[in-house]
């Protein structure tokens, strides 16, 4: 991973940031002009992070930082620099720690408004949304693709400029802690938690462990901030702090801050109207569908209002963004309609893709699905339950990869779907036979939605289709 810094930094003022202790027999103004985790994007004015791994120690390549021309090093072991190093080195007592201080102090020395926004399903896209909306007012910057852990958000940070008014920044997570450190190292003035879902559980045993860990996303916001919740979820009904307002979003709720009313999907788009206690916005439009898609609009508006963004603004973020990567992407290609959302998956999103494969199809309704990962001892019974789902949809045809994908179709059978309308690929590593038996099964005018974890590396297909489709249709 390597960020440019927002500003120019000397090697003083990062180590004072890292509060570390500098070795240099340099000058104290070598000017840095970012800073990187892999020995191989080293260059001569980029600082070289030496982060220690379960499998493999940034120590061991500091050498090769070196020889790429690299002029200082953080570090948590003196011993690992080499005795000839013609460079600086900073000491710290953990790297990996150091960064979200740094972060920290940068946000000091740089101020700006922060969001910060987590959950188990939504993160990037109620991010991006928010990012939409706001800089239709004020300069901001949002985190890049998926830099939410405790390495990427807090490197992220130090890419912040001087013009920036607000940042945008995503937290994710892989067990408890995590998302109280990247909180407390951002000190966002707005926190969001998009939802609970079952992602995790694997590491953390159950939703009410999943929903404490995403809570420490409050252990953050500064005082008299903003904590946005999802009030449709009763695992966050009632969660207050004394020194920042718990406010809500709902889709089914008009009790909630911010609710939505008149949602619709037609042409590719989503409408909807926003209320909240104050005000309307009426016949709100997104450039994709689904009511899933509604929870990260209302999250950008509610946002937008409490940093003062006009209406007419927030109502031209919202229908200027689009999703990126392999999220989500619904487009024509030959004479089928694909639902490209490989980035990742989980049973909320599968059902809620699955919905989309609803309400966008015209035709015959095909879903490619393959595992879901990180479900731990819950995951038989949750892939099985979203084959229910999408046999209760009467979805016409399904395929499915990976052992996962084998007890989605079992649980689409149990309910009701014949196996003759079901090709399985137990083998992930080779999905040449589903990608031809799908190839041959495609008409005119259908409607595929292809949606994984993104281990399973389910872009494959789309790559098939669109290489294939003249020998397809």
Known sequence: MKVAFGR??????????????????????????????????????????????ERVDGHDY????????????????????????????????????????????????????TVGVTGSVGKTTTKDMIASVLKESMPIYRSKGNYNSVI????????????????ILEMGMSGRG????????????????????????????SRECIRDAKMEIALGLRKGGY????????????????SYRTLYVSLSCEEADFFAQNIRMENGCTYFDACWREGRLENLSLSLMGRHNVYAALYALAVGLLLDVPKDAIRRGLRAYT???????????????????????????????????????????????????????????????????LAALRVERLFTVGEGGSLIAEGAVSAGMSRDCIFECPQKEDIDALCKALG????????????????????????????NDQDIL
Do not use: W
Request: proline letters at 3%; one cysteine or more.
């Open 8 to 53: 120019k930094l000397n090697i003083e003022a990062l180590s004072n940031m890292l509060c570390g202790v500098l070795h240099t027999s340099s000058s104290l103004d070598l000017t840095l002009t970012g800073m990187c985790t892999d020995s191989r994007e080293a260059d001569g004015s980029t600082l070289f992070v030496a982060l220690r791994g």
């Open 440 to 467: 041959s099964c495609l008409s005119f005018g259908d409607t595929v939605l292809v949606k994984a974890s993104r281990g399973v590396k389910l872009e494959r297909v789309i790559d098939y289709l669109k290489k």
């Open 62 to 113: 500091i050498g090769a930082a070196l020889a790429r021309g690299c002029p200082a090093v953080i570090v948590q072991r003196a011993d690992a620099m080499p005795a000839d190093a013609d460079a600086a080195m900073i000491l710290v007592k953990d790297t990996e720690e150091a960064l979200c201080v740094l972060a920290h102090s940068y946000l000091e020395a740089f101020p700006c408004r």
């Open 323 to 389: 999703p990126e990567g392999m999220r989500q992407n619904l487009y024509r290609h030959g004479g089928i309609t694909l639902i490209e959302d490989c980035y990742n998956a989980s049973p909320e999103s599968m059902r809620a893709a699955l919905d989309v494969l609803q309400a966008a199809a015209t035709g015959r309704r095909i879903a490619v699905l393959g595992d879901m990962l990180e479900l731990g001892v819950t995951s038989a019974t949750l892939h099985k339950e979203v084959g229910a789902y």
């Open 227 to 242: 904590l946005l919740l999802n009030k449709d979820e009763p695992l966050l009904r009632g969660a207050v702090g004394k």
């Open 178 to 205: 995590e998302i109280e450190r990247m909180s407390r190292a951002a000190q966002p003035d707005i926190a969001v938690i998009t939802n609970i879902g079952t992602s995790h559980m694997e590491m953390l045993g």
């Open 152 to 167: 990427g958000m807090p490197m992220s940070v130090t890419e912040i400029t001087e013009e920036c008014e607000c940042a």
